[in-house]
């Protein structure tokens, strides 16, 4: 009798173990949930994730973030890892914009169609950096300029095949101009040296990374590749305002594996909505000279779809193979 | 000077010195792993800095940027293991001075005088000169790039002392490792085989480690196999540096901080270069040249100096035209702008004494940095006495985790041990292991601002020679690949005349 009643009390609790795994409503009591940041600490994606994250935290209750960098094979070994991980909300990552580029360099076996996107935080447009003392002082006066001086213009890129130089491809395709393209592969920094320093004459490149040299007037900023002008330069026109309709942008996005249950997508997606809402949070990504965005959700996954197709028409323009 | 005292006032508080003093000891901890580079410190340090007001956690930063490069030192002496890739020049002489010639205390107090040396001296040139500075800096475009990177690639034929011919095989090897990945002009990719891992290249520090750190942890067990635990007889008398040892490396320590302090302002060039680069010029300008690679003191002096110097030099353009000059500068750039500080030509005009609570954070740091080496030498040197086959295990566990930890990847362990068993047999054969580092540090370097340069002038080669800078690097580095054969020739002639006329 004694024995088995105790058999009942151990299956009894067997169950309700197997009853508190099942129930998903606990989504994310307890658990450890793991980002996978495909950049090196430091950098533009971490920063932006690390911040993310940690004002996240407030808006997600009972969650802990944890953040791993997984900065290997430019980022595509850790966008494959969050999209291999177990679709149990426990591991989440961040993607870039290369995402939207390198499937079609054959670089990336995953797209953006492998996971589900959470929020993304940032999305720096493409602006046209040039000297303060140049002679154009408009984006038309720079194209007539390019027009009329066919391939003359050097202007600086972050890398052949990256983002800014999309940028520059893009520009070449919608005015049929030619530029010189000068790539500077160690990133951003030394290309807006390169402009101030006056050895190119101009540079593709986010708005901000300018900021300091646009402040103390060394150089000017023509236009930015967005829709709505940036709150760091509310007085430099956007493409559109000037007739030109494509954007050109470098996002991140916090995103979940495919396949991911929907509760527990929304949960999350309702959280990121409150954190990139939060002032507190603008407030940290603006002085960082990042300009806030707060696109969530499906926003995100038909920006990524469609940044996918268009810059898969731009490569095309470019030997990267 | 109103603003100094300002500054003075405002870094000088027990709360302040404490946070510096606590960045500079994580600073010299993560320095002395291998592995954990001075970056990842700062990056993780980084999100404490919101906690604290105005400048306090940007100090704590400052610390650990320079408490990092000088902890490298201390590994890179006593193991022969690079604490982080801007030691690697050290291991050249710190290591035979404290090892073979039994004299740890004698090299430990070399390099943290010249660490702090290099350190102080360019924070005073950050502070007195860094608007001309900045603007030499500016001067650089691809070609002056290009043949500064020759100019450290001609350095290969000192580095390797027993033969010439190896160390230009490594030096090639190390090249043609740093083209792997994806090139970085048009993109293609090169050499690999269709690998996520290799697009991105090999990571240069789990080679670092495993040609430094497993290759030799490999070569003592080698050495220490069936035999007893032999107690060395370390002389310790003194763990400042005796007058006679600071008279010979005043001049070297002077040169290898203005290198430093040059290079470390030139953006997208650090520590690693600019080691190599001095510890080359000390040995060229060296009365005593045969005791490079031996223990020469000038050997352990100006790598040290070098890179300690390039933190002050660092921040040069960073601070003066909002362009970081190395990856912690990067980081220290964006805990700045956390703190509303926007650095840039408007920030000397705007933040004065934010300004120059930097330029005292820096001598209060290396100051800092001085006494906490100075106080451990003791400590450290009992590292040498530690019976092998408890140090051996621990080495080779270092040097797992550190190859782990730079990037998460377990790929990176397995490229850490195929390095350290290639390194094993190119030291038996005799091959520079820094001939291979400085490769693999310049090929990058050199490959694409070389390219870049033929992109700007449109395949003109004149554009190498036209230009001042770049000629004079040019010229420089021919000099030094022919000035060892030529002085042979000299030497042998001499000799002829002499045994002519006996």
Same mark, same amino acid.
């Given at each position: 009798?004694?024995?088995?009643?105790?058999?009942?009390?151990?299956?009894?609790?067997?169950?309700?173990?197997?009853?508190?795994?099942?129930?998903?409503?606990?989504?994310?009591?307890?658990?450890?949930?793991?980002?996978? =940041?495909?950049?090196?600490?430091?950098?533009?994606?971490?920063?932006?994730?690390?911040?993310?994250?940690?004002?996240?935290?407030?808006?997600?209750?009972?969650?802990?973030?944890?953040?791993?960098? !997984?900065?290997?094979?430019?980022?595509?070994?850790?966008?494959?890892?969050?999209?291999?991980?177990?679709? /149990?909300?426990?591991?989440?990552?961040?993607?870039?914009?290369?995402?939207?580029?390198?499937?079609?360099?054959?670089?990336?076996?995953?797209?953006?169609?492998?996971?589900?996107?959470?929020?993304?935080?940032?999305?720096?447009?493409?602006?046209?950096?040039?000297?303060?003392?140049?002679?154009?002082? &408009?984006?038309?006066?720079?194209?007539?300029?390019?027009?009329?001086?066919?391939?003359?213009?050097?202007?600086?890129?972050?890398?052949?095949?990256?983002?800014?130089?999309?940028?520059?491809?893009?520009?070449?395709?919608?005015?049929?101009?030619?530029?010189?393209?000068?790539?500077? *592969?160690?990133?951003?920094?030394? *290309?807006? $040296?390169?402009?101030?320093?006056?050895?190119?004459?101009?540079?593709?490149?986010?708005?901000?990374? $300018?900021?300091?040299?646009? /402040?103390?007037?060394?150089?000017?900023?023509?236009?930015?590749?967005?829709?709505?002008?940036?709150?760091?330069?509310?007085?430099?026109?956007?493409?559109?305002?000037?007739?030109?309709?494509?954007?050109?942008?470098?996002?991140?996005?916090?995103?979940?594996?495919?396949?991911?249950?929907?509760? @527990?997508?929304?949960?999350?997606?309702?959280?990121?909505?409150?954190?990139?809402?939060?002032?507190?949070?603008?407030?940290?990504?603006?002085?960082?000279?990042? *300009?806030?965005?707060? =696109?969530?959700?499906?926003?995100?996954?038909?920006?990524?779809?469609?940044?996918?197709?268009?810059?898969?028409?731009?490569?095309?323009?470019?030997?990267?193979? | 000077?109103?603003?100094?005292?300002?500054?003075? +006032?405002?870094?000088?508080?027990?709360?302040?010195?404490?946070?510096?003093?606590?960045?500079?000891?994580?600073?010299?901890?993560?320095?002395?792993?291998?592995?954990?580079?001075?970056?990842?410190?700062?990056?993780?340090?980084?999100?404490?800095?919101?906690?604290? +007001?105005?400048?306090?956690?940007?100090?704590?930063?400052?610390?650990?940027?320079?408490?990092?490069?000088?902890?490298?030192?201390?590994?890179?002496?006593?193991?022969?293991?690079?604490?982080?890739?801007?030691?690697?020049?050290?291991?050249?002489?710190?290591?035979?001075?404290?090892?073979?010639?039994?004299?740890?205390? #004698?090299?430990?107090?070399?390099?943290?005088?010249?660490?702090?040396?290099?350190?102080?001296?360019?924070?005073?040139? %950050?502070?007195?000169?860094?608007?001309?500075?900045? !603007?030499?800096?500016?001067?650089?475009?691809?070609?002056?790039?290009?043949?500064?990177?020759?100019?450290?690639?001609?350095?290969?034929?000192?580095?390797?002392?027993?033969?010439?011919?190896?160390?230009?095989?490594?030096?090639?090897?190390?090249?043609?490792?740093?083209? =792997?990945?994806?090139?970085?002009?048009?993109?293609?990719?090169?050499?690999?085989?269709?690998?996520?891992?290799?697009?991105?290249?090999?990571?240069?520090?789990?080679?670092?480690?495993?040609?430094?750190?497993?290759?030799?942890?490999?070569?003592?067990?080698? /050495?220490?196999?069936?035999?007893?635990?032999?107690?060395?007889?370390?002389?310790?008398?003194?763990?400042?540096?005796?007058?006679?040892?600071?008279?010979?490396?005043?001049?070297?320590?002077?040169?290898?901080?203005?290198?430093?302090?040059?290079?470390?302002?030139?953006?997208?060039?650090?520590? /690693?270069?600019?080691?190599?680069?001095?510890?080359?010029?000390?040995?060229?300008?060296?009365?005593?040249?045969?005791?490079?690679?031996?223990?020469?003191?000038?050997?352990?002096?100006?790598?040290?100096?070098?890179?300690?110097?390039?933190?002050?030099?660092?921040?040069?353009?960073?601070?003066?035209?909002?362009?970081?000059?190395?990856?912690?500068?990067?980081?220290?750039?964006?805990?700045?702008?956390?703190?509303?500080?926007?650095?840039?030509?408007? %920030?000397?005009?705007?933040? &004065?004494? !934010?300004?120059?609570?930097?330029?005292?954070?820096?001598?209060?740091?290396?100051?800092?940095?001085? =006494?906490?080496?100075?106080?451990?030498?003791?400590?450290?040197?009992?590292?040498?006495?530690?019976?092998?086959?408890?140090?051996?295990?621990?080495?080779? &566990?270092?040097?797992?985790?550190?190859?782990?930890?730079?990037?998460?990847?377990?790929?990176?362990?397995?490229?850490?041990?195929?390095?350290?068993?290639?390194?094993?047999?190119?030291?038996?054969?005799?091959?520079?292991?820094?001939? @291979?580092?400085?490769?693999?540090?310049?090929?990058? %370097?050199?490959?694409?601002?070389?390219?870049?340069?033929?992109?700007?002038?449109?395949?003109?080669?004149?554009?190498?020679?036209? #230009?001042?800078?770049? %000629?004079?690097?040019?010229?420089? *580095?021919?000099?030094?690949?022919?000035?060892?054969?030529?002085?042979?020739?000299?030497?042998?002639?001499?000799?002829?005349?002499?045994?002519?006329?006996?």
């Amino acid at each position: 009798m004694k024995r088995k009643s105790i058999i009942l009390i151990a299956v009894i609790m067997m169950f309700s173990l197997i009853m508190t795994g099942c129930g998903s409503k606990e989504y994310p009591q307890g658990g450890q949930i793991t980002v996978i =940041i495909p950049k090196s600490p430091g950098g533009g994606t971490d920063i932006t994730a690390r911040g993310l994250i940690q004002y996240m935290k407030e808006h997600a209750e009972g969650a802990t973030f944890v953040p791993t960098n !997984k900065p290997d094979g430019n980022g595509v070994t850790g966008m494959v890892e969050t999209a291999n991980a177990k679709k /149990d909300g426990y591991t989440l990552g961040m993607v870039t914009v290369e995402l939207a580029m390198f499937p079609h360099l054959d670089r990336s076996p995953v797209t953006y169609e492998d996971f589900i996107p959470i929020a993304a935080p940032i999305a720096d447009p493409a602006a046209v950096i040039v000297p303060v003392d140049a002679p154009y002082q &408009t984006l038309q006066e720079f194209i007539d300029y390019a027009k009329a001086h066919p391939g003359e213009l050097q202007v600086g890129n972050s890398g052949t095949g990256a983002i800014w130089h999309l940028a520059a491809v893009a520009m070449e395709d919608q005015f049929g101009i030619e530029l010189t393209h000068v790539p500077y *592969s160690e990133g951003t920094a030394p *290309s807006i $040296a390169a402009v101030v320093g006056g050895h190119i004459d101009a540079v593709m490149s986010s708005p901000s990374a $300018a900021k300091a040299q646009v /402040d103390a007037g060394a150089l000017k900023i023509l236009a930015v590749m967005a829709d709505e002008r940036t709150d760091i330069f509310p007085e430099v026109p956007t493409f559109k305002e000037l007739g030109f309709d494509f954007s050109i942008r470098a996002w991140a996005a916090l995103v979940a594996p495919k396949d991911t249950p929907e509760e @527990i997508v929304d949960y999350l997606v309702t959280a990121a909505q409150a954190t990139v809402n939060d002032p507190a949070f603008k407030e940290y990504l603006s002085k960082q000279g990042i *300009s806030p965005v707060d =696109i969530t959700g499906d926003e995100v996954y038909k920006m990524m779809e469609a940044d996918h197709k268009y810059y898969g028409e731009l490569l095309k323009m470019v030997d990267v193979q | 000077m109103e603003n100094i005292i300002l500054a003075f +006032q405002n870094v000088v508080t027990i709360e302040n010195v404490s946070l510096i003093l606590f960045g500079t000891l994580v600073g010299i901890i993560v320095g002395a792993l291998p592995g954990l580079s001075v970056n990842m410190g700062i990056a993780l340090l980084f999100p404490i800095t919101f906690a604290f +007001q105005g400048m306090s956690g940007i100090l704590m930063l400052i610390g650990i940027y320079c408490g990092a490069i000088y902890g490298g030192s201390v590994s890179a002496i006593l193991l022969n293991t690079p604490g982080t890739p801007a030691s690697a020049a050290t291991t050249l002489d710190g290591y035979p001075m404290a090892i073979k010639n039994g004299e740890p205390g #004698r090299a430990l107090g070399i390099s943290t005088f010249s660490s702090v040396f290099g350190g102080l001296f360019s924070a005073a040139c %950050l502070m007195i000169v860094s608007p001309l500075l900045a !603007k030499v800096a500016l001067q650089f475009s691809a070609p002056e790039y290009f043949a500064l990177a020759i100019f450290g690639i001609s350095i290969i034929t000192s580095v390797s002392s027993k033969s010439i011919i190896k160390g230009m095989m490594g030096g090639i090897f190390g090249l043609l490792i740093s083209t =792997i990945g994806i090139d970085s002009m048009t993109s293609h990719l090169r050499f690999t085989f269709g690998s996520i891992y290799l697009m991105g290249g090999i990571s240069f520090v789990p080679v670092l480690i495993g040609l430094f750190a497993f290759s030799q942890a490999l070569l003592t067990v080698e /050495d220490a196999y069936g035999e007893e635990a032999v107690k060395y007889n370390v002389k310790l008398d003194r763990v400042f540096p005796s007058i006679a040892d600071l008279k010979r490396i005043f001049f070297t320590v002077l040169r290898s901080s203005f290198i430093g302090t040059f290079i470390g302002a030139v953006p997208g060039t650090g520590g /690693d270069i600019a080691s190599y680069i001095s510890y080359n010029e000390a040995k060229r300008w060296s009365k005593h040249k045969n005791e490079f690679g031996k223990g020469a003191v000038e050997g352990v002096a100006a790598p040290e100096a070098g890179n300690n110097a390039v933190s002050g030099g660092a921040f040069v353009p960073m601070l003066t035209l909002g362009i970081p000059g190395d990856g912690a500068t990067a980081i220290i750039l964006g805990a700045l702008m956390v703190q509303g500080i926007q650095p840039g030509p408007l %920030l000397f005009t705007e933040h &004065t004494s !934010k300004v120059y609570a930097i330029f005292l954070g820096l001598f209060v740091a290396n100051a800092i940095m001085g =006494i906490l080496g100075f106080s451990s030498i003791r400590l450290f040197v009992k590292v040498v006495n530690v019976p092998k086959k408890i140090l051996i295990p621990i080495i080779f &566990t270092l040097t797992f985790v550190g190859a782990f930890a730079i990037n998460n990847s377990l790929i990176d362990v397995f490229v850490m041990v195929f390095f350290g068993i290639a390194g094993y047999f190119l030291i038996k054969f005799d091959f520079s292991m820094s001939a @291979i580092v400085i490769g693999i540090i310049l090929g990058p %370097l050199a490959e694409s601002n070389l390219r870049r340069a033929l992109v700007m002038s449109s395949g003109n080669i004149s554009i190498f020679f036209t #230009r001042p800078i770049s %000629l004079f690097f040019i010229c420089v *580095s021919v000099l030094s690949l022919v000035a060892p054969i030529i002085s042979a020739f000299i030497r042998e002639r001499r000799l002829e005349v002499d045994n002519f006329k006996a």
